[in-house]
């Protein structure tokens, strides 16, 4: 079975605006991909998705917070595009299986794509959420809190398997997604990739069984991913709604969170959905930062572009400010999702006055690594010169004993160099790449490339069979750096065992034209 054009195309659009995660830096081999959309398009329309072996992916530990975690991967690039492309295709047979929008009772990933790239109506959905449940709790005298543990890794493929039947999809579109789990969990029954946008839509398929049990049972409840919230009219129905929930959890090979699950009275639960509806900022210097910003931004949390702002309102982000408040976050009770939200909002006015603190108290804020990263790449954005200071200071973070433990820390740190040639310091990337493993060295490549190190890139040429196969495709793209007949034969040789290999075969096609 192949996939339609259309599809392959919106994909394209999709990856463009939204990138492939919000959990992994943005990939420089979309970049090359897309330089030829209509061949990658007509490549893409031939696949045969129920025979096609989907490619290597990476894995990492993320943070949570201070000793939580996350099993995350990132697919290859081609294999993202085609999981896009199927879930864009058939999401919406999913969507007529899950309860209507309009009944108020499921609110996240509901399944509208637009030509802005978004797969799922996001509008709203938390607040709608909690406000909801605001509403619902006047009627009842309790609510049960109920969270899925583990969700995404704990999905079991059968039961994945079981609703994809009964969504309708076709055998051979069903082979693909089953191929591609096996693929991403080494072939075991458990788990679907935690990352990717169009892995939720699946997710969401899966508790579709859980939704209707509830109904069958006769409850009010409302669900946004895997926190659950039922309405009872007593404290014994609640006891006996956790009984009921643990046997439809257990029948679909899933638990709940112990230490999360809770009992609230009516007036509890009232002020539980007050504090989750309004953005309680830690001090009024915060509320006055957020005011600034929510004058200039139609969405305060929203994907919105880099925001200028006025000399007056910069007063607002000044370093003492900025210090002021990310303290009084570390020295308080350590909330990681508001500290993201810090650094989120600070990406999106790129001043360089929270640079200091946010190096100092690095350890501390370690699990929120990812928007700090974002944020720092901000800074280039908005700077017109460049940051070798800046640079410098990353560097040292290297350094830190708790980076340096863990792959996913040190890329996220290292991206920013091949992000821009700003920071300044390929040299000193250059010397830790004999010591450096795989994920490392993929970083100092590309960095290399952003910064136009042709010399260094020639003389590892000969290092590429001993690569891992995306450190492999980061050489190929600074290869595009070599003179156009050193890079052809470099590339034709050694590559010649690795046209089964569609990212590889694509790009190299696509630099070979350059």
């Known amino acids: 079975m192949k996939l339609d054009a259309i599809s392959i195309k919106w994909a394209i659009n999709h990856i463009k605006h939204k990138r492939d995660t919000d959990l992994f830096p943005v990939l420089k081999e979309y970049n090359i991909l897309f330089e030829d959309e209509e061949a990658l398009v007509r490549e893409l329309c031939n696949l045969d998705i129920g025979a096609y072996k989907w490619q290597p992916y990476r894995r990492f530990i993320i943070p949570k917070d201070e000793y939580s975690y996350r099993v995350a991967m990132q697919l290859d690039p081609i294999d993202n595009i085609l999981f896009v492309a199927i879930t864009y295709q058939f999401g919406d047979k999913i969507e007529k299986k899950r309860i209507p929008i309009e009944k108020k009772m499921v609110f996240n990933y509901r399944f509208s794509p637009n030509e802005n790239g978004d797969l799922y109506d996001k509008a709203e959905a938390w607040y709608n959420f909690w406000s909801t449940s605001k509403e619902n709790i006047a009627w009842y005298s309790h609510a049960v809190y109920i969270d899925i543990a583990d969700f995404y890794n704990r999905i079991y493929h059968h039961t994945l398997e079981n609703q994809l039947i009964a969504c309708g999809f076709e055998n051979q579109v069903i082979k693909a997604i089953k191929n591609l789990l096996q693929n991403t969990t080494q072939t075991t029954s458990q788990g679907i990739p935690t990352g990717p946008h169009a892995s939720h839509i699946y997710a969401e398929m899966c508790l579709i069984p859980l939704d209707e049990g509830l109904i069958c049972k006769g409850y009010e409840f409302c669900r946004y991913a895997d926190d659950i919230i039922i309405f009872t009219d007593s404290e014994v129905q609640a006891r006996i709604v956790i009984y009921e929930m643990a046997k439809i959890l257990d029948s679909l090979k899933l638990n709940m969170q112990r230490n999360k699950t809770r009992i609230f009275n009516q007036e509890e639960f009232e002020a539980y959905c007050d504090d989750m509806l309004v953005d309680n900022p830690i001090s009024e210097l915060e509320k006055e930062m957020n005011t600034v910003l929510s004058n200039h931004l139609d969405r305060l949390y929203g994907d919105t572009d880099y925001v200028n702002l006025d000399d007056i309102n910069k007063e607002f982000f000044s370093e003492e400010t900025l210090q002021k408040i990310l303290l009084e976050y570390l020295d308080g009770d350590l909330d990681y999702q508001r500290i993201r939200w810090f650094y989120k909002r600070l990406s999106k006015v790129g001043v360089d006055t929270a640079l200091g603190v946010t ?156």
């Open 359 to 514: 190096v100092k108290e690095f350890d501390r804020l370690i699990p929120a690594i990812n928007d700090i990263a974002l944020y720092f790449a901000s800074i280039a954005d908005s700077s017109g010169a460049g940051l070798r200071e800046v640079g410098r200071q990353l560097l040292g973070l290297l350094k830190n004993e708790i980076i340096k433990s863990n792959d996913f820390f040190q890329i996220t740190i290292l991206n920013l160099f091949s992000y821009t040639n700003k920071f300044n310091h390929i040299s000193n990337l250059i010397n830790l790449f004999g010591s450096s493993n795989d994920y490392v060295k993929r970083e100092i490549i590309l960095a290399a490339y952003t910064s136009d190190a042709v010399a260094w890139i020639r003389e590892i040429k000969q290092e590429y069979l001993n690569l891992g196969i995306w450190t492999q495709r980061a050489l190929l793209i600074a290869s595009s750096l070599l003179p156009v007949d050193e890079r052809k034969y470099f590339i034709q040789n050694v590559t010649s065992n690795q046209q089964e290999n569609l990212t590889i075969k694509l790009i190299s096609k696509i630099i070979l034209k350059k």
